[in-house]
């Protein structure tokens, strides 16, 4: 870890490997994952068997390295610029749909072959969780996403090849979008009625 972005740390920088910050990003998507099990097996209209979804922990231990590895980067290379919240699941994201760390732990083809893209419903889940929390901050009540946006970004997380600074920058924009919607809103109730 950086620990005075303001040095100027040259060819000598070496990134150092917080555990205890490992750990608890790690801890956090392992929770995450759990909830997005949960919300699954909820739905009235599930017909995935999802005690067999799994998700590994090494490979989400990597994705927090990686990350906490960027925030370096951006605190070094980007004048001590601090990794904002949807910047970060925009990172997120990326990691978890280009390490797949999501499976269905069967040895029936079905599951898998039945067209349910584990690693790319569990983006979405934290994509659409991000904005939720985000908009809460920014005085929007609640966020909804159309079937037409959900089936769109499902499509992006499945075949487009997306870059690490497209999803922060799909992150930044959506919220930018929250924090306008939410201003409209504060007007909108401060107007008096007729």
């Not at 499945?158 to 409209?184: A, C, P, R």
Request: proline share 4%.
């Amino acid at each position: 870890m950086l620990d005075n972005p303001q040095e100027s740390p040259g060819e000598n920088y070496r990134y150092t490997k917080d555990t205890a910050t490992i750990n608890r990003k790690t801890q956090d998507v392992l929770d995450a994952f759990e909830n997005f099990v949960n919300s699954i097996s909820r739905q009235e209209d599930n017909t995935w068997n999802t005690d067999l979804f799994r998700i590994n922990q090494d490979r989400v231990i990597m994705i927090a390295n990686r990350i906490e590895k960027r925030k370096d980067y951006y605190k070094v290379y980007h004048e001590g610029l601090i990794l904002s919240e949807q910047r970060y699941f925009g990172l997120l994201v990326y990691w978890i749909l280009k390490l797949q760390p999501c499976f269905i732990d069967s040895t029936d083809p079905d599951p898998v072959e039945n067209g349910f893209k584990i690693n790319e419903s569990f983006a979405y889940f934290l994509f659409y969780q991000t904005l939720t929390r985000l908009g809460a901050e920014k005085g929007v009540p609640y966020v909804t996403t159309s079937n037409d946006l959900e089936t769109r970004i499902m499509h992006a997380f499945t075949y487009w090849d997306l870059s690490k600074e497209s999803l922060m920058l799909i992150m930044d924009l959506l919220s930018d979008q929250l924090e306008v919607f939410g201003n409209y809103r504060e007007v909108q109730e401060e107007e008096p009625t007729e």
